[in-house]
């Protein structure tokens, strides 16, 4: 979805430089004299730190959600009452077409909506790591192909193809993981191409080489370790992604209907006749548990971005 | 120091600069100095030892956390005190500056000759097509052969160089009084350092003006300068005319700079120099200085006037 | 390999793929495959099921297949639909012209007002304003858009009754369109802005600290005068990426914009051939989008090569 994407935009500046690193030449930042660089003299921003905490505590809440959905939910969301009610003392927020309990339904649905957003993350993390460590390690024609892959595969736009998937087989949840996590991978090959790029040259890596141990060995124990916390923000943004764009397949209809996630839930809300009734009890909250969960993990993302640029830059500082 | 003649063009006092941050660093303490019209005076040190900061602070160009105090007075005016709009309006027009990385200096995307006239399209609001074939006239008279060919170039095209020269074309195109070249000739190469002296040359003599040349290269200073002062950890050391400098030269750091080149035998300094947010008590240069006494380990020494030079060491009280 | 010749490669390579893929979907999924061809829920006779597989000459082998299959498709024959009785190019195109109106617009209308108050918010990105407007973008990025899409539908239209709720027109004349157009435009606008303010908002605040930034700065030149006149063409440049990359994205929501606001488009269209199971139909969009999604890849490709010298070479 394109907000999906917006959600990754903020690397994107860093994906687009390194698609067009042939045309964009290193820019080293400007230093104002000799070593000392101002930039780690700046004072860290009180009301950025109340962020994160919030994000951190609304992720920890949504999480808490989909583990122990019994100790949240008044009912069991197959229970059915009496359809079509209004929120009232037992039911806090109405019941839907065939009477099940909106909030407990709610709470269940935390569950499938973030698996399905953790999966897909996942394996597209997985795949792109693998990808890019393997262009930025080995280079030259390697490099060429695997990134030649990357631009020609992921032209493909998900949706579609999902929709064109969903409609000729049953639908199902793992379709919708796989090929979400089949086709995001991108941004984080390229990010982890150009890392892997940088700590190639570093003296560690080398001296391994020169020890004879085998590029696999190097890879994993040398050059990976350094590549998580650039892995992490990446991968909390990817689940941001995957669940939006689960929501929006669920509302035509394609995710597994048997497993209620929050997108479902809408769906059903709009086409049968939640809409039309007025009744926002029942299409609000999941809308807004879908963005505030989706929004406490790119909040989570974005933090941990800035803390790792805030540390490989004070790093090249003390230098 | 004061100098007399001809009106002084620039006038330095006192001038203290500090950063804050987690902690306040003080960068540039005490520094003195003036440039007359059509002088030039070298500053000369080591990386980090402040030079650049002194530039960046006449134009006004530090990071908002930077705290400036002291005088930087232009043609009698007090720079410290315009304000950032009047300050546009001085910048590129009176006093100009060159920088050391002319390829990242230029903006990519923009042709050369797009850049050469857009000082003349921003201050004295110049038609384009006028402006840029007054860029064409100008890049003619750096003696560049295809000068309409180079109009259309981009700087990604180009050698560092051509580009350092471009940039020298683009800051002097609307003839300031003051240019400030911050380490002009680093990363070129020796043909390109030559190059780069004559164009220098043309604009003292041609165009009178002033320059005030930050560079770390001793021989490139000693082709070029009228006086010459050395930085060591934020203050001036030694302020003298150029032959003194070279011939007789007093502070032991500067002799020592001098000692390093390659024609008087390469041999180097001893130790580092100090990190500006801790400097060492009493003289800064103490702990490399092979003369040191017990008292320059405990009293910081001032700029003393001597003959006409100036020199902050006990040697010469 | 020279760089348009690799360039030139991929496009192919991704447009091979396209139609490998929607070749093999049919003919791999479970099922006969002359169903999986025509659509379920199609009642023909088994006469005409044994004319079909002749036509469509599932007896042949898969390469023979394979050749007529890119031969139909340079001839832009997309196959027939048996749920709407029309061949699908046709189907397709008819409504792709709202579509891509409806999109095309606030599109250009998003990247534009993204694109600038981005610019502005990493100009100055300490300001109150730009937090706010920053926090704000973000918070819309993480709403599904048609959540947006049925939030703007609810309050504008059955609440405050300001605008229609169904339909691209009462009447075909322009004003009535455009009464019908404004509220989808407005959210599809707002999903295209937030995403290119972020990514103008970072790459601005990455320009910013470049030398030619502080050259500018130094040649005289004022504030806004800095950002409009040098920084920004420099920092659009990942922005022109981005809108290729995106523009899968952007289309597909669209179509969901497009369903909740009940629009005569090709969103409805996917929608009631989803749930009809007319796959010909289906195939037929998902080749129509990805083909206009690497188109849009190579325009953007030609618009960098054009905005960026360093990718060109000098005569």
Redesign the interface.
């Known amino acids: 979805?394109?907000?999906?994407?917006?959600?990754e935009?903020?690397c994107?500046?860093e994906a687009?430089?390194e698609?067009?690193s042939?045309?964009?030449?290193e820019?080293?930042?400007?230093k104002?004299?000799?070593?000392?660089s101002?930039r780690?003299?700046?004072?860290h921003e009180s009301s950025l730190a109340l962020f994160n905490w919030i994000s951190i505590l609304l992720f920890t809440f949504f999480l808490f959600m989909a583990f122990f959905p019994s100790s949240l939910a008044p009912y069991a969301p197959e229970e059915r009452f009496i359809p079509y009610e209004a929120p009232s003392g037992r039911h806090l927020l109405g019941t839907n077409d065939i009477g099940n309990d909106i909030l407990s339904e709610l709470v269940f649905g935390a569950r499938i909506s973030i698996t399905v957003g953790f999966a897909a993350a996942l394996i597209s993390t997985l795949i792109g790591t693998v990808l890019g460590l393997c262009a930025g390690y080995f280079r030259g024609v390697l490099d060429?192909l695997l990134m030649?892959f990357t631009?020609?595969?992921?032209?493909?736009?998900?949706?579609?193809?999902i929709?064109?998937?969903?409609?000729?087989?049953r639908p199902s949840i793992w379709i919708l993981i796989l090929v979400l996590g089949l086709l995001s991978w991108?941004s984080t090959a390229r990010v982890t191409r150009s890392k892997a790029l940088q700590l190639r040259e570093a003296g560690y890596v080398k001296s391994a080489q020169c020890m004879g141990f085998s590029p696999y060995h190097i890879m994993t124990s040398d050059i990976f370790p350094n590549i998580i916390h650039v892995l992490l923000p990446k991968f909390m943004l990817a689940i941001?992604s995957a669940m939006?764009s689960e929501?929006?397949l669920s509302?035509?209809?394609?995710g597994d209907i048997s497993l209620k996630s929050w997108?479902i839930m809408?769906s059903f809300a709009?086409f049968r006749g939640g809409?039309i009734r007025?009744m926002?009890w029942w299409?609000m909250p999941p809308?807004i548990c879908?963005?505030?969960c989706?929004?406490s993990i790119?909040?989570v993302g974005?933090g941990l971005e800035a803390k790792e640029k805030e540390y490989s830059e004070e790093g090249a500082n003390i230098s | 120091m004061k100098s007399h003649a001809s009106s002084t063009l620039l006038e330095v006092r006192d001038l203290e600069v500090s950063f804050q941050g987690i902690e306040t660093v003080t960068v540039l303490s005490g520094i003195s100095f003036s440039i007359r019209e059509s002088e030039t005076l070298a500053l000369v040190g080591e990386t980090g030892c402040g030079k650049s900061v002194v530039a960046h602070t006449i134009m006004h160009l530090l990071p908002p956390e930077s705290r400036v105090k002291g005088a930087v007075e232009f043609k009698g005016k007090n720079l410290l005190g315009l304000n950032e709009k009047e300050m546009t309006k001085i910048r590129g027009k009176e006093i100009a500056i060159i920088f050391q990385d002319p390829s990242l200096a230029l903006n990519p995307v923009y042709s050369i000759g797009h850049q050469l006239a857009e000082p003349l399209r921003v201050h004295q609001k110049e038609k384009k097509k006028a402006a840029l074939s007054r860029a064409a006239i100008a890049l003619k008279c750096m003696s560049f052969e295809n000068f309409s060919e180079c109009i259309n170039y981009y700087p990604s095209w180009c050698s560092g160089g051509m580009n350092q020269r471009f940039l020298i074309a683009a800051s002097t195109m609307l003839n300031p009084a003051l240019l400030i070249a911050d380490e002009p000739s680093k990363g070129l190469d020796k043909k390109c350092v030559a190059e780069l002296e004559t164009e220098l040359k043309k604009l003292k003599v041609e165009r009178k003006t002033s320059l005030l040349l930050i560079s770390h290269d001793l021989g490139f200073v000693q082709r070029l300068a009228n006086r010459i002062a050395v930085m060591y950890a934020g203050e001036i050391i030694e302020l003298a005319d150029s032959s003194s400098v070279f011939e007789k030269p007093l502070h032991p750091y500067t002799r020592g700079l001098l000692n390093s080149l390659p024609e008087k035998g390469f041999i180097p300094i001893p130790g580092f120099s100090p990190p500006l947010n801790s400097p060492p008590l009493g003289c800064r240069f103490h702990p490399r200085c092979p003369l040191r006494e017990k008292y320059c380990i405990q009293v910081h020494p001032e700029l003393k006037e001597i003959d006409g030079r100036a020199v902050r060491c006990f040697l010469y009280p | 390999m020279s760089g348009i010749a690799r360039k030139v490669t991929r496009y192919f390579a991704s447009f091979m793929l396209i139609a490998v893929i929607n070749f093999t979907l049919p003919r791999l999924m479970p099922g006969d495959p002359i169903k999986n061809l025509i659509g379920e829920d199609v009642y023909i006779s088994e006469k005409m099921m044994e004319e079909l597989r002749l036509e469509l000459g599932l007896n042949m082998p898969l390469s023979e297949q394979f050749a007529s299959y890119l031969s139909d498709l340079l001839h832009l024959d997309l196959g027939h639909s048996y749920h709407l009785h029309a061949p699908v190019a046709e189907i397709l195109l008819n409504k792709m012209e709202w579509t891509l109106l409806f999109v095309g617009i606030s599109v250009v209308i998003g990247s534009l007002l993204g694109g600038f108050l981005g610019a502005l918010a990493g100009w100055k990105p300490k300001k109150k304003v730009s937090r706010l407007t920053s926090f704000a973008f973000v918070v819309i990025s993480c709403i599904p858009p048609y959540f947006l899409a049925l939030l703007t539908l609810y309050l504008f239209a059955f609440k405050l009754g300001l605008f229609p709720s169904k339909g691209f027109y009462d009447t075909p004349e322009i004003g009535s369109v455009l009464h019908h157009l404004f509220l989808p435009t407005c959210v599809m606008s707002v999903f295209s802005a937030s995403r290119n303010f972020l990514v103008m908002r970072g790459s601005v605040i990455q320009e910013k600290e470049q030398l030619y930034a502080l050259y500018a700065r130094a040649k005289g030149l004022h504030d806004t005068g800095i950002l409009f006149r040098h920084i920004i063409k420099n920092a659009s440049l990942p922005i022109i990426t981005l809108l290729a990359l995106d523009f899968g994205f952007l289309f597909s929501g669209a179509l969901f914009i497009e369903i909740v606001f009940s629009l005569n488009g090709m969103g409805l269209l996917i929608y009631d051939a989803i749930m009809g199971k007319d796959y010909p139909l289906l195939q037929g969009a998902f080749l129509v989008i990805a083909f206009t999604a690497l188109l849009a890849n190579m325009l953007a490709d030609l618009l960098y090569a054009l905005i960026d010298p360093r990718v060109r070479r000098p005569a």
């Open positions: 979805m394109s907000q999906s994407a917006c959600i935009g903020s994107m500046k687009c430089v698609e067009n042939e045309k964009r030449q820019k080293p930042g400007f104002l004299f000799g070593e000392v101002f780690s003299f700046r004072k060429e030649g631009d020609v595969v992921l032209v493909i736009p998900k949706i579609p193809l929709i064109v998937l969903g409609a000729f087989l991108e941001a939006i929501a929006s509302f035509l209809g394609l997108g809408l709009f809409f007025d926002w299409y809308g879908i963005t505030f989706v929004l790119a909040l974005f």
